[in-house]
């Protein structure tokens, strides 16, 4: 059994017809995934839709979405990568 982690899915989509449609059928895909949302972004420009998604799952899981993603007619790029974990600094002082 895998263990749950962080990824970061970044999706680029072309913007040609309709920019919902494109957006509604990518969600779509993702909601039927096995994997959590955490945070999304969407920006649209004239030409492209650039979604990125911070979610947490089983790594099959994940891939499982980007495949199905990838699929897609409107989709141009799919990518996924493990996010890193930040430490904060600390300071600690006597006095």
Do not use: T
């Amino acid at each position: 059994m895998d263990m749950e982690d962080d990824f970061l899915i970044e999706v680029i989509m072309s913007n040609e017809v309709n920019q919902f449609d494109a957006v509604v059928r990518a969600m779509n895909v993702i909601r039927r995934g096995k994997v959590i949302i955490r945070h999304m972004s969407i920006d649209m420009s004239d030409s492209v839709i650039r979604v990125s998604i911070r979610a947490r799952g089983e790594e099959d899981e994940v891939r499982w979405v980007c495949n199905k993603l990838d699929k897609l007619y409107d989709v141009v790029n799919v990518k996924y990568m493990p996010e890193e974990v930040h430490m904060s600094k600390m300071v600690v002082s006597n006095g």
